[in-house]
């Protein structure tokens, strides 16, 4: 089992910027991030192999906005959000994939999940 922590959520105004970081400990074979808005789905934001790191996806919705990266020293992945919207507000969940056998954006694809960390986006 994947254990997550994850931090740097808060809030920012309309085009600011905001960093998320995941720590991790285990070996996980593709790292995302993932939001859910209340009252919404939880959906894809972003994935990266932890050993191709140029096999990265988006969500179209961020793509261009949003860099995900992931430091393999630390153990750490992150979520480089700017230019951010108010539809970007909700809680932003870090996610862990142990098998890499799943399309990115399914959650049933990823096995370990995070506490979550708010990020709100005021107009």
């Known amino acids: 089992q994947v254990q997550l922590v994850e931090s740097g959520g808060g809030s920012v105004q309309t085009g600011g910027s905001l960093r998320l970081s995941c720590q991790f400990s285990?070996?996980?074979?593709?790292m995302g991030w993932f939001r859910q808005a209340p009252g919404k789905e939880r959906e894809g934001v972003a994935s990266?192999?932890?050993?191709?790191?140029?096999?990265?996806q988006y969500a179209d919705s961020v793509n261009g906005r949003f860099t995900i990266s992931h430091d393999n020293a630390h153990n750490t992945v992150y979520l480089q959000m700017d230019r951010l919207k108010p539809e970007d507000t909700g809680m932003y969940y870090c996610?862990?994939?142990?098998?890499?056998?799943?399309?990115?954006?399914?959650?049933?694809?990823?096995?370990?999940w995070g506490q979550g960390t708010q990020v709100t986006v005021s107009s």
């Open positions: 996610a862990a994939d142990t098998s890499y056998s799943g399309v990115w954006t399914a959650l049933t694809s990823w096995h370990s």
């Open positions: 285990g070996k996980a074979y593709r």
């Open positions: 990266i192999h932890t050993m191709r790191p140029r096999e990265i």
